[in-house]
Structure formats: C-alpha cells, structure tokens
C-alpha cells in the first residue's frame, strides 16, 4: 500500500475543498512546496498534485508552484489538472513531473489517453458522482459509469488508476471501499483510493481487499484525524 499526501493548488496556495466545490476551498499554506518537503522528510515517496485552477480552465494554471515543489522536493510527484494535450504532458514531465494524471480527456478522446499511455507515464483520473463519471473539474457528469471507463483502460498500459468518490471528497466521511475496490477489479491495474479518507482504519480496509495499490490522503492530514508519520512508519515495518 502507497500512501500519496495531496496537495491542491488553487491561486498558487495548497488548499483542500469539499465535495470538488471551489468556493469551499480552505487555504492550509501559502508555501506548498514546504508541505512537500515535510511530506519527504516523514517518509512519503509518491507526492499527489492537482491544479485546481487547470482543471477547470483546460491547461496548467499554477505553474510556478509546481517548479519550485520539483526543484525544492526530492519526492516523485503526480501531477493532474488540465492536461488534455500531448505537448502540455511533454512540458509536465520536462518539468520533472514523474506521472501525468489524465482526467476529463479519458471520457471524451480515450484513443488520446491510450496513445499516450504507450508512450509516457500516464494515470488515469476517474472521478464519480453516483456511479457515473464527473468531468471538467467535477463540475459536470457524464453518461458513462465509472466501472465501464475503468474497463476500458484495462489492456491500455496506464500506470495506475485513481478513483475518486467525489461525494465523500473532503468530507472525512471514510472512503468508499466497495466503489474502490470495482474499480480495481473491471479494470486489473493498480488502483488508488481516493476520497474520504479520515483515519487508520480506512488504511486497514483498502489493505484487507488486498486489490488496492494505495490511497490519497488529503484533508485526513490537515484536520489531523490521520497521523501520516505513524503510517509512513508502520507500513515500512510491514514491508520488511
């Protein structure tokens, strides 16, 4: 299990929303790369990154931000908001970024995403408001299900997917295990748990499915409702 602490850029400041609604948007700091490198020192080895701003206006949005957490923080880092185009990967990963989410483009063009998947180190995004896909920063949804979607990126080559309950995002209602856990078995790639999250016993849930690869934690952290060092710590002792 790999725990991925998250960062959500909006205005150039890391911030956590609610259930994906901007104007709840709660500012943690004004400097997100210390966040990172504090992440770093506690042990984290993937960082999760998302341009808030870019995700609804199509491109990347907040890129000072992103230079200064790469060239400050030695963890790798995904990155997703806004990427929709060959050549806006091409600049992520220049940047130093070492996995590109794709989101709301894995609905609309998933030829695109599987192309790019057998080139670059792509993730796929697939936010759910009731079973069926959100995009354009969760401010519409789509016909398709997220099981359909997931399916469809089976045989793609994608590095992992990341599935989110936007219902339970930033709400600390617990993470929806079930939700996770069709998704990681329609599509047989590695899946991350996404939304939700409050505590260790959510961490405990995912791993008894033993399907799931790993978990986003976000305002879990924030709030101080997860103790992060204390699970970087224990799963390190399960691992040896």
């Given amino acids: 299990m ?30 997100p790369w210390m966040l990172v490198k504090k ?15 870019g995700a609804f206006a199509g491109e990347p949005k907040n890129l000072e931000q992103i230079v200064k957490i790469r060239e400050n923080c030695n963890v790798k880092l995904e990155l997703g908001g806004g990427i929709r185009d060959e050549a806006t990967i091409q600049k992520m990963l220049e940047i130093g970024i070492n996995r590109i989410i794709l989101g709301s483009i894995t609905v609309k063009n998933p030829a695109f995403v599987k192309e790019m998947a ?9 936010d759910a408001i009731d079973g069926f896909v959100a995009v354009e920063g969760w401010g519409e949804v789509s016909k398709m299900r997220a099981t359909d979607l997931a399916r469809e990126f089976a045989d793609a080559g994608v590095e992992a997917i990341i599935c989110t309950d936007v219902s339970r995002d930033g709400t600390l209602g617990g993470v929806n295990v079930d939700f996770t856990l069709e998704i990681a ?26 399907a799931v690869g790993g978990v986003i934690i976000g305002k879990a952290y924030y709030e101080g409702t997860f103790n992060l060092a204390k699970m970087f710590q224990a799963l390190r002792l399960i691992a040896k």
């Fill in 2 to 31: 790999t725990l991925y602490p998250a960062i959500d850029l909006k205005d150039g400041k890391a911030v956590r929303l609610t259930k994906g609604l901007m104007d709840s948007a709660k500012v943690y700091s004004d400097e």
């Fill in 185 to 210: 078995k329609a599509s047989g790639i590695t899946t991350i748990a996404s939304g939700g999250v409050k505590d260790e016993n959510d961490i405990e849930a995912l791993m008894k499915t033993n």
């Fill in 118 to 126: 057998a080139k670059y180190p792509i993730a796929v995004g697939i």
């Fill in 39 to 53: 992440f770093e020192e506690m042990g984290a080895e993937w960082v999760h990154l998302v341009d808030l701003n």
